[in-house]
């Protein structure tokens, strides 16, 4: 279970990251992002599709250890960065769902519902 829960997670790591780095080449993405703020993104969208390249690989690193793919995953440092991952992961669902953004609504919600729920079974360990 924690296998599938590992591959499901780093599969909507990488889709994130996707439209991260599309939204930081300037892609018309910006609806489905952040509120929705900007069809085309803004510079400040494309800074924080930047830090987010940055932050969604140590998530994807994160739970990989937990997992018992890479070393130190039942480590009280990474047990317990695991379970703020799956608190952030369930608020951005609520963010998601109540956002004023229609497409963001639509794709942002169920991406973050498929990361809590893989984020909470790897939480649990093995």
Excluded at 77 to 101: E, H, K, P, Q
Aim: charged letters at 5%; zero cysteines.
């Amino acid at each position: 279970m924690t296998t599938a829960a590992l591959v499901l997670a780093l599969a909507v790591l990488s889709v994130l990251g996707v439209v991260q780095a599309l939204i930081l080449a300037g892609f018309p993405l910006g609806e489905y992002v952040w509120g929705g703020q900007a069809r085309v993104p803004t510079p400040r969208l494309r800074w924080s599709a930047a830090i987010a390249l940055v932050i969604l690989p140590g998530f994807a690193l994160l739970l990989a250890s937990r997992a018992g793919l890479l070393p130190g995953g039942g480590s009280p440092a990474i047990i317990i960065a695991t379970w703020v991952l799956f608190a952030y992961s369930v608020l951005m669902v609520g963010l998601n769902a109540v956002s004023r953004s229609r497409p963001e609504r639509l794709t942002a919600t169920p991406a973050s519902v498929l990361l809590a729920l893989s984020t909470f079974v790897i939480a649990l360990g093995s």
